[in-house]
């Protein structure tokens, strides 16, 4: 039975570290599927890659030359060149026909195939051709196997080229190419359902009207969900009807349910009592700034994030619980996605015993300035801020000067805005408003 705490408020609140423990434990990385190669780039392996053939497959020219044999080339040089019989010329996919004998050369052009008979390469700038082409006067020696590459230069039959659970780099994408893989199998990709809730909200690119808001935690959902490997569902906006949310949280599509709004206590909060009745509300009320009205539980096999409908508190609650989640489930590490910093705090933070903060900073001059805000649906505040910095449970606050880890919201901090007035900021992020969500 679950605790109906609409209008009444949290009895009591889970610690974050404990409800990070539990999805840690209960999280497994989904199953296998074949990938296409031009689709693998960002995908997990879920399998060791060894390859099946030998790159190059056979010697090939390393420049633009002449091929020929390397010791018939000795003692040529700017004022002896040795001249040779012109036989025929060695391209890319089409290789000499013919066989190189003594004292002859193929014109060669760089990944050409060497031709029978040849062992060395000599490099076209000490070459001429004089007029009529039937000869090449060679100035400088080269030995045997010079500028050749060598079957298998690149990678022999049976080398192990990508391990089990590495991310695909493009890079890794072409070798894949070059050993002839036309597909691998991947971790499947978290399916994630968005469950939007909210009789206030106008679909996203809507005007603001009346006394309704525009809906953007779906269009920051739907940025998070990709970054983190997650594949997003077709989602809608739906009213406050504890029907059509609970038929929406029960989609047996999805891996994971993320539900943005009726989390907290107010009146229209329905989300926490329908995850009670569709699974287990395994956590509900965490002791965090923001989010501390988020819930966590289970339908089956699915995971379902309650998130506050405050833009700040449901982006802080993703980051702790939901993305590392979706990242687990694909394979990847449940890690912060982004580098981090570590810089000295320009202002102090304040924050209390037994509660974790998520506190937004903005970045100038080498030092860290803890955006104030009015509350956790300030949603400007977190593009103000270039990360956050989380102050842990054990800790009253930081003191000015110093030294912080940032959590990075992009691969480099970039510095303040003009008129971000991050350098004016002080002072920690409030308490949550205590609105719905």
């Not at 840690?24 to 074949?34: D, H, T, W």
């Not at 290789?95 to 004998?101: D, E, K, P």
């Not at 060497?114 to 400088?140: F, K, L, N, Q, Y």
Request: charged share 20%; net charge negative; aromatic share 4%.
């Amino acid at each position: 039975m679950v605790r109906d705490v609409r209008m009444r408020g949290f009895a009591e609140r889970a610690d974050v570290a404990e409800v990070e423990a539990f999805l840690a434990e209960q999280v497994r990385a989904l199953g296998a599927e074949k990938v296409g190669l031009l689709e693998c780039t960002g995908r997990v392996l879920a399998e060791g890659v060894s390859s099946r053939v030998d790159v190059p497959g056979f010697p090939r020219s390393a420049m633009d030359g002449y091929a020929l044999r390397g010791e018939e080339s000795f003692g040529a040089s700017e004022y002896a060149p040795i001249s040779f019989e012109l036989i025929g010329t060695a391209l890319p996919g089409d290789a000499f026909a013919g066989s190189v004998g003594k004292n002859q050369a193929v014109r060669i052009m760089t990944g050409a195939p060497i031709p029978e008979g040849a062992d060395a390469v000599v490099m076209a700038e000490v070459c001429t051709e004089p007029t009529g082409g039937r000869h090449v006067e060679v100035s400088d020696a080269v030995p045997p196997q010079k500028n050749i590459g060598s079957v298998g230069e690149d990678i022999r039959r049976g080398d192990a080229v990508l391990a089990v659970g590495r991310r695909v780099r493009p890079q890794d994408a072409a070798l894949l190419s070059s050993i002839g893989r036309p597909d691998v199998a991947c971790v499947a990709r978290p399916r994630v359902r968005l469950v939007i809730t909210g009789n206030e909200l106008l679909p996203a690119g809507s005007h603001p009207s009346g006394v309704q808001i525009v809906d953007s935690n779906s269009v920051m959902l739907r940025g998070l969900v990709a970054r983190d490997g997650g594949a997003l569902l077709p989602f809608e906006i739906l009213p406050d009807i504890p029907g059509r949310i609970k038929e929406a949280m029960a989609d047996p599509e999805a891996d994971v349910v993320l539900v943005s709004g009726g989390s907290s206590v107010g009146q229209e909060d329905h989300a926490p009592r329908l995850l009670g009745e569709l699974g287990s509300l395994d956590y509900h009320g965490i002791s965090m700034r923001p989010s501390s009205p988020t819930g966590v539980g289970r339908i089956g096999s699915r995971f379902v994030f309650l998130l506050p409908g405050n833009p700040v508190s449901c982006l802080a609650a993703y980051e702790f619980f939901a993305g590392p989640t979706i990242r687990q489930l694909g394979g990847r590490t449940r890690a912060w996605p982004h580098p981090k910093v570590m810089l000295p705090l320009a202002r102090k933070i304040s924050s209390a015993i037994g509660r974790t903060d998520y506190v937004r900073v903005a970045i100038e001059e080498g030092r860290a300035y803890p955006l104030a805000t009015s509350g956790a649906s300030i949603l400007s505040s977190t593009v103000r801020a270039q990360g956050a910095v989380i102050v842990a449970r054990g800790h009253e606050g930081m003191a000015e000067g110093e030294e912080v880890e940032i959590l990075l919201y992009d691969e480099e901090p970039e510095p303040s805005s003009p008129g971000t007035g991050a350098g004016k900021a002080g002072g920690p992020v409030p308490p949550d408003s205590g609105a719905k969500g």
